[in-house]
């Protein structure tokens, strides 16, 4: 009863909530997804949307037409990825989404412990921010996605808490506050550290604690990813002040990193869609991220 255009558009506007948008993420032209919607609803013989406040709402009877249309949906992209992965001799696949520092200090050992487990299974890993890897699981573009943030009352995704994060000063092993147990947060802001952007949640996450202790915030330098501020730290420029991966990283990298205090927000979580189950792979891998970060 549905074409695959069709059920696209649908979810589409499940999405994006406006027909241009809706059109321009699935290569239409809004003209077309209107008239398609149009011929949708003659067919069925109910609307699919009003309009309401200048957007477009589901009515009660599209809103129960959606979860199956996700479904449908999901069942013909696993097919497709299935018959991809056959053609091409493989027959499991798992596409992992990860912000930055997630992909060069968490994942590489987990996929390497299922990797071990499971040979013939392919990965794609995707980078992005943690908007991005939301989006990413949102339209089953992965099958897992790991971020640094909060994901609050999001309906479109699935979220679970892997670890609380911590704040960390990094610094050359010859610093002379390399072997220190007892560093501020106090001294190292009085120093005019390396910090992350406040783009980043990690970043915005020190300015708030910097001025909620009425400490300056004055960094001699910003970086937008904790490699790179690690990376300043090993030349000599400063002390940087990241998260908890960032401080694992630059340990990996030779680096002291030592622990300045416990934060609430953001923390590390993984997401994936909330409209289908989780495929087995992913799961093992939600297994082993979970056992690794125990044993952090």
Not at 119 to 127: G, I, P, Q, Y
Request: contains cysteine.
């Amino acid at each position: 009863m549905f074409s695959r255009r069709e059920l696209l558009l649908l979810r589409a506007m499940y999405q994006h909530r406006t027909v241009t948008a809706a059109a321009a993420s699935i290569n239409m032209t809004q003209p077309a997804a209107s008239a398609l919607l149009r011929d949708m609803e003659i067919r069925l013989g109910f609307l699919l949307f009003s309009r309401e406040k200048r957007r477009l709402q589901l009515t009660s009877q599209a809103r129960t037409l959606i979860p199956e249309v996700l479904n449908a949906l999901a069942g013909i992209e696993s097919v497709e990825r299935l018959a991809g992965d056959i053609r091409q001799g493989t027959m499991a696949r798992l596409v992992v989404g990860a912000v930055a520092i997630a992909a060069s200090s968490l994942l590489p050992p987990a996929l390497m412990r299922i990797r071990k487990a499971h040979s013939e299974l392919a990965v794609t890993l995707r980078a992005g921010t943690a908007l991005e890897i939301i989006e990413m699981a949102v339209d089953h573009r992965i099958d897992l996605g790991v971020i640094v943030g909060t994901v609050a009352d999001n309906e479109r995704v699935s979220s679970v808490q892997l670890a609380p994060l911590s704040l960390y000063a990094i610094c050359r092993k010859d610093h002379p506050w390399a072997a220190r147990r007892d560093l501020s947060l106090a001294e190292v802001a009085m120093a005019g550290p390396i910090v992350l952007a406040t783009a980043l949640p990690a970043g915005r996450a020190t300015r708030q604690v910097m001025e909620a202790e009425g400490l300056p915030y004055r960094p001699m330098m910003e970086a937008m990813q904790s490699s790179s501020a690690c990376a300043l730290a090993a030349e000599g420029l400063g002390v940087a002040i990241v998260e908890s991966l960032g401080a694992r990283y630059a340990q990996r990298q030779g680096l002291a990193a030592m622990h300045l205090m416990a934060l609430e927000d953001p923390v590390l979580a993984l997401v994936w869609s909330r409209d289908r189950s989780m495929s087995m792979p992913a799961q093992q891998l939600h297994e082993v991220l979970m056992q690794q970060v125990d044993a952090w």
